[in-house]
């Protein structure tokens, strides 16, 4: 019977033929189709309507249309005229409708939680648990849990095909063994749930050969609308079945990694121990008991395993087990508290992979084999793919590798491999292997599906040597994934364990004369219940022993290749377009060459450069780790913290700021003062002085800078001024080899020459000062000799008399007091009218009472007698003169004392020929100079 249109036929309208209108045979061809359309809207809903009623209808009618072996024509005509146009009207129709309750072999839904022994031998008993949940819509009655035995399956393609399987197949599924190995289940309304268990002897499943076999748990009911027994519900596992051990066993290489998220800061306390800081406290966790790494550690001391260990995890935990800090989210840090937990993780790990001689199931007492990546676990592919091109990205791989070996000696005191790179999920490309063995890895890690082998009818041997002498050790896709998802569901658990164990038997049954070597490599943080189920598998492999047996990773490597399998590496455009979308952006390794050019500059200078190289070059490997790929923000968030908190540092090392300065004369001592607020002390460090005028101002030779921590250091250039005018002086701290350090500091000088009125005023001084003497000297020989201080007075005596009271003599010593008081004689320095007053051995004032006969003092400088006697009869000749004298005078109105004084007596800073000043407090922004202009700008004079 042929088959029915696509579309429902639709009578033509009839042609009306009038005069005017076109024969139906030439009409034009878009009436005809805009009628069609007409005439299909509104079919179209009336057939969307039917089709809600259609399931329960045909569900219900499927057995008596089943078993009488004929369709309704009229069903399969609605259904083929539906299929291609009303299906989409229906969805538009009704978007939003639930889906139907499931129905058939789906109306059930089982799951295994428990099933052992995983490789039954014979004479065992195999233990089934499980639950069984009503999914349907209608009532379950009469179920019944029953054991079904399928044959055994001889390919890997066959085990994945069942895994994948979810409706019962008669015939396909097998039989159903013997009632009384089966158990009743009570009635189950929709979204009941019921437990069951299975006891079945091995013996009757009658598992006549090796191989895997086909195990599935049914559920057999009955309904309402369906009153007769049927498989409403089936789960299918597998059960690999062995009689004795393969003669030539596969050798199975398992990666256990103990890897972990980056965890550390760069920043740490300022004491002596260098307390570190922690990102956050997710670490104390996951090595607590019943944590992550603390289940880690716990099951692979019972398994043979092969340990791949980031070991930036492990000095991350040996930090923990002395005093460390948390940061806070609000900002700050608060003391971290696992110190003990730490303690006790690093013990186990030590004993797990060093155990004493005899103890432990690895290898008869044998050390455990350990694999050390480079530290913090940098991301190859993100460096072949976007940071090989960033100048220096590739330079710290060497580093990093040997850093991970020292830092596992040291932990662990064992001597870990680091042959091995691992890229993300075992993809490379000819960019990735070339990033992988530049830091002296001559093995990477891929995996079976980025390096595929094709046409092979059995799985070829790990090792494939890829040229250069190196080799990649391909580990087989399907068992590296077999745990991947969520394992903390009993039924998947149980079923990838199965579902590995097959698939590991299928691989030792295709080719029992050649001796294999295969490799997992699981996912790199495994959760604890992948941890567990892994275990459970590992741990099977290894007590049964009957087609597998366990082989280190540097045993696989070194294995004969197979000469079928492929060795050839996939070029860059088969890189898994999911895998290169997260990759590490390019910016990132811009980033990261900045932050370590900054500590490259800054470690030049320091005393004690290990307390900031260590803290900073781990962080600067931090940045690149693989553990950032599904975190980019958190990721660009740590790199922006590493450097602020290195620039940071680098800022403590400063220059103060310098206000303007002027220059009286042609040369002058210039003082710049570098402040240290770190707490150690920086070396190495040479400061200049550049001009914007190098003709008219010479700012001298660099300085070396020596400063220690906490402290300020004043260093000082001698400057020459060649001409008058204002410069632009820029002064910048360099490090050994040239480079710029820190930001340069500019201030204004204003050079002044001295003037020639200034000079005038200068040279009128001297000369009053030579005039004075002269004075001096002459009335000292008009006196003549002094009296003798031991000859008897006699008043009566007319030498005496003539002596004392003379009114020349009265004359000539009130104006020896004159010149001889200080600041007198229009510019005479103090200290030589002091000198004057001591060598006349006169006092200041006549010894006797003035008469009318005296004649009178000649004129004298305004107010300097009256001065001197107000000051006392002590101040001419006992005290220091003070710098200046009140009043004018009025040879000098311009008050040349002033001037002289200025020019005579340079500041203490700028005749200090030692050059520096040290002052403590390294806080103190003065350094020992003012920062603070007196009047129009700082003067220093020459």
Request: cysteine-free; aromatic content about 4%.
């Amino acid at each position: 019977m042929p088959e029915a249109a696509d579309t429902p036929a639709v009578p033509a309208p009839p042609s009306r033929g009038g005069p005017g209108e076109a024969h139906p045979a030439t009409a034009v061809p878009g009436r005809r189709l805009r009628r069609r359309r007409t005439a299909l809207r509104t079919v179209l809903p009336l057939l969307a309507a039917a089709l809600t009623a259609l399931p329960a209808t045909s569900a219900s009618a499927r057995p008596a249309a089943t078993t009488g072996g004929t369709t309704s024509a009229s069903a399969s005509g609605v259904s083929h005229a539906v299929s291609a146009a009303a299906t989409g009207a229906a969805r538009s129709a009704a978007p939003s409708a639930p889906s139907a309750a499931p129905t058939g072999s789906r109306s059930a839904d089982l799951s295994l939680s428990d099933l052992a022994p995983t490789a039954p031998e014979p004479g065992d008993t195999l233990t089934i648990s499980g639950t069984v949940t009503n999914k349907s819509a209608a009532t379950i009655s009469g179920g019944r849990i029953g054991l079904r035995v399928g044959p055994p399956l001889t390919t890997r393609s066959a085990v994945e095909h069942v895994a994948k399987r979810r409706d019962f197949v008669p015939g396909v599924d097998g039989t159903e063994i013997s009632r009384k190995h089966s158990v009743r289940v009570a009635g189950m309304r929709p979204g009941i749930s019921r437990t069951f268990r299975l006891e079945v002897p091995v013996s009757a499943l009658k598992l006549d050969r090796n191989g895997v076999y086909q195990l599935s748990v049914s559920l057999t009911g009955k309904t309402r609308a369906r009153p007769y027994d049927q498989v409403l519900g089936i789960e299918r596992s597998f059960l690999p079945w062995q009689r004795g051990a393969v003669k030539k066993r596969a050798k199975l290489t398992y990666l256990w990694p103990l890897i972990s998220d980056s965890h550390l800061t760069a920043r740490t306390e300022s004491d002596e121990q260098q307390t570190p800081v922690f990102l956050d406290d997710s670490l104390a966790r996951q090595i607590a008991p019943g944590g992550r790494l603390q289940q880690l550690v716990t099951l692979g001391r019972e398994l043979p395993v092969t340990w791949v260990v980031d070991p930036d995890l492990l000095a991350a935990v040996d930090m923990m087990t002395k005093p460390y800090r948390v940061r806070k989210k609000g900002g700050g840090t608060t003391e971290g508290t696992a110190q003990q937990h730490a303690k006790e993780w690093l013990r186990d790990l030590q004993r797990a992979v060093a155990p004493e001689p005899g103890e432990g199931s690895t290898a008869k007492g044998a050390a455990p084999e350990v694999v050390a990546l480079p530290f913090a676990d940098p991301d190859l592919a993100s460096l072949a793919h976007r940071g090989k091109g960033v100048r220096d990205a590739l330079s710290s791989l060497g580093p990093a590798t040997e850093l991970a070996a020292r830092t596992v000696e040291t932990v662990l005191e064992t001597e870990a491999s680091t042959d091995f790179a691992w890229p993300v999920d075992g993809a490379v490309d000819s960019s990735i292997v070339d990033v992988a063995t530049s830091a002296g890895a001559h093995h990477v890690i891929a995996r079976s599906d980025s390096v595929q082998d094709r046409g092979l009818p059995y799985t070829p041997s790990a090792p494939r040597p890829i040229g250069g002498g190196n080799t990649a050790v391909v580990a087989d896709a399907n068992l590296s994934k077999a745990f991947e998802g969520d394992m903390s569901r009993a039924g998947r658990s149980t079923s990838a364990i199965q579902r590995f164990l097959a698939q590991a038997q299928v691989i030792a049954a295709q080719d029992p004369s050649q001796r294999r070597n295969l490799l997992v490599a699981p996912q790199r943080m495994p959760t604890v219940s992948q941890a567990q189920a892994m275990a459970v598998a590992i741990r099977t492999l290894d007590e049964s022993g009957r087609w597998t047996s366990h082989a280190s990773l540097a045993q696989t490597a070194r294995a004969k290749p197979d000469p079928r399998a492929n060795r050839r590496v996939p070029s860059a455009r088969a890189y898994p377009a999911a895998l290169r979308a997260r990759e590490l952006p390019t910016r990132a390794f811009e980033e990261v060459r900045r932050t370590r050019a900054t500590l490259d500059d800054f470690k030049v200078i320091l005393s004690r450069d290990d307390r900031v190289v260590t803290p900073f070059g781990t962080a600067i490997h931090r940045t690149m780790s693989t553990s950032w790929r599904d975190s980019p923000a958190a990721a660009a968030e740590y790199r922006e913290s590493v450097r602020d908190y290195l620039l940071g540092l680098v800022r403590k090392v400063r220059l103060i700021k310098k206000s303007d300065i002027t220059l009286s004369g042609r040369s002058a001592t210039i003082p710049v003062t570098v402040q240290n607020n770190l707490v150690q002390r920086v070396d190495g460090l040479e400061l200049r002085l550049s001009s914007s005028r190098r003709i008219g101002l010479e700012v001298g030779e660099p300085q070396p800078v020596v400063v220690d921590g906490g402290h300020s250091q004043s260093v000082k250039f001698e400057t020459t001024a060649k001409a008058n005018g204002r410069a632009t002086v820029v002064a910048q701290l360099y490090t050994k080899d040239g480079e710029p350090y820190g930001q340069p500091m500019e201030f204004k000088v204003k050079v002044t020459s001295i003037t020639s009125t200034v000079l005038l005023v200068i040279s009128g001084g001297v000369l009053l000062v030579v005039l004075a003497g002269i004075r001096m000297y002459t009335q000292r020989k008009r006196r003549g000799a002094a009296p003798d201080p031991d000859a008897p007075l006699n008043a009566d005596s007319p030498e005496n008399a003539d002596t004392s009271d003379s009114p020349e003599d009265a004359s000539d010593s009130a104006e020896t007091d004159d010149a001889s008081a200080p600041g007198k004689g229009g510019g005479a320095e103090p200290g030589d009218g002091e000198r004057a007053a001591a060598d006349t051995g006169e006092p200041a004032t006549p010894s006797g009472p003035s008469t009318s006969s005296e004649r009178p003092a000649p004129p004298a400088a305004s107010g300097s007698a009256s001065g001197d006697r107000a000051a006392g009869p002590d101040s001419g000749a006992s005290g220091p003169p003070p710098a200046r004298q009140s009043g004018t005078n009025p040879e000098n109105p311009r008050n040349p004392d002033q001037n002289a004084s200025e020019v005579a007596h340079p500041t203490d800073e700028a005749t200090n020929p030692s050059g520096t000043t040290d002052t403590s407090g390294g806080g103190d922004d003065t350094g020992g100079e003012s920062d603070t202009p007196s009047g129009p700008g700082e003067k220093v004079d020459r």
